[in-house]
């Protein structure tokens, strides 16, 4: 029977809080878990801290102070509910195994939601999103190699592949290249709504830790590589966020966050192969679940309509990590070679790309080349995980 959240009943808002000790959870196994629980693990964070930023943005356009006042009791349940999710990462993994784990995240998570998005326009933009986390996987795996000496595939077993796909310093842009059309508020499909939602806010995640952790590294290869795929990043998330129709209002963008959010819940809960997870995943959604009938009666109240207007009548399938290789595979068969021109794509290097080209990059080679550079002057050879074959590009190993 299909779950519809509006129709189910949660925690009361007054019985959520929890005292430190319960946020103090015991992490993953670094070395035994499944990938795919760091990789929930950390889409689940990238998703709360969107949901305590946009409360943050709301109540400070807000001028009711009564509804100024609830926010913050939510929001305050939101900052307990990312910080058992967050602390569930082991700190054992160095930042560099976490940044790979969070292009697993990127890699697979947008392949899903591409191969399920109903909307062709929609649909292209994450194609076009998931080739360049795919290379920045492949980048971040051969400094891996090369400044701790192990392999990715101590990350992300053989579930996704590691190889080139659009390289890295071909992604920067002219900024208003980055700025997609908007899907229509009145007419897209419910499920385009929460698949925008999810993806910008995995991709704001990834922006934000690399504008914090990069400058962390001693090595100049490792400090430049996590600048220039930073500043990958920020295109992301202009490219993403832009996807979401701006006339949507505050009430109905709550709406939307907070279902979002038990969308994901639930589909972890019935994914997650870990118990101890998976009772966070069901609690959390229990929360979640007041915190969406607080933005439903918001909506109702000052946006004038039912929710059932919005959002879907019950929640879709569930949103799945698994292998999109042979995915993945097609599109860097086809799509390997394109970049944007306003709000399209195009199979050419036009002038404002290369523009932008020369003012990056200034006629010198990429740090995100050099590091596949010197990991092979060190080991040998370049590092790949090509478990389905060669590379489907014609990309030979060097």
């Known amino acids: 029977m299909a779950f519809d959240p509006l129709q189910e009943r949660g925690v009361p808002l007054d019985e959520q809080v929890r ?13 035994r878990c499944d990938p795919y629980t760091r990789c929930r693990i950390i889409t689940m964070n990238g998703i709360e801290v969107e949901a305590i930023m ?37 700190g054992s993994a160095s930042v560099l195994e976490t940044t790979i784990a969070y292009e697993q995240v990127a890699v697979d998570l947008t392949a899903w939601v591409a191969r399920m998005e109903p909307d062709a326009y929609l649909r292209q933009a994450y194609e076009f999103g998931v080739l360049e986390d795919f290379d920045h996987l492949y980048r971040y795996a051969n400094l891996y190699e090369m400044i701790e000496h192990r392999k990715a595939e101590k990350i992300v077993d053989q579930l996704t592949e590691v190889m080139p796909g659009r390289p890295t310093y071909l992604h920067h842009r002219d900024p208003v ?56 990043e920020e295109e992301h998330v202009t490219h993403y966020e832009s996807l979401v129709d701006p006339g949507e209002s505050w009430w109905e963008m709550l709406l939307n966050h907070e279902y979002n959010e038990c969308y994901l819940y639930y589909s972890f809960m019935e994914t997650e192969s870990d118990p101890k997870v998976k009772n966070i995943w069901e609690l959390h959604l ?38 999109n290789k042979q995915y993945v595979r097609d599109l860097l068969a086809t799509r390997i070679d394109h970049t944007t021109l306003g709000t399209g794509y195009v199979q050419e290097a036009h ?48």
């Open 351 to 398: 002038e404002r790309f290369e523009k932008m080209q020369e003012a990056i990059m200034g006629g010198e080679k990429a740090p995100s080349e050099r590091v596949v550079d010197d990991n092979r002057a060190i080991t040998g050879m370049e590092y790949r995980l090509e478990t389905e074959g060669p590379h489907p590009a014609g990309l030979r190993l060097r």
């Open 19 to 31: 005292d430190w000790r319960e946020l103090d959870v015991t992490p993953i196994d670094a070395d």
């Open 54 to 90: 946009f409360s943050h943005h709301l109540a400070r356009h807000c001028q009711d102070q009564e509804i100024r006042r609830q926010l913050a009791r939510v929001r305050s349940i939101e900052a307990q509910q990312q910080k058992a999710v967050n602390w569930l990462l082991p």
């Open 286 to 323: 229990n929360m979640e679940l007041e915190h969406l009938r607080l933005a439903a009666e918001l909506f109702k109240r000052h946006d004038g309509r039912d929710p059932d207007q919005v959002l879907a009548p019950a929640l879709p399938p569930p949103v799945t990590f698994e292998p």
């Open 177 to 232: 290249d980055n700025v997609r059309e908007p899907y229509d508020r009145r007419r897209t499909e419910p499920l385009s709504r929460l698949h925008a939602l999810t993806v910008m806010s995995a991709e704001q995640q990834t922006m934000n830790f690399y504008m914090n952790v990069g400058p962390m590294y001693m090595e100049p290869i490792a400090r430049q590589l996590y600048q220039e795929i930073g500043l990958v």
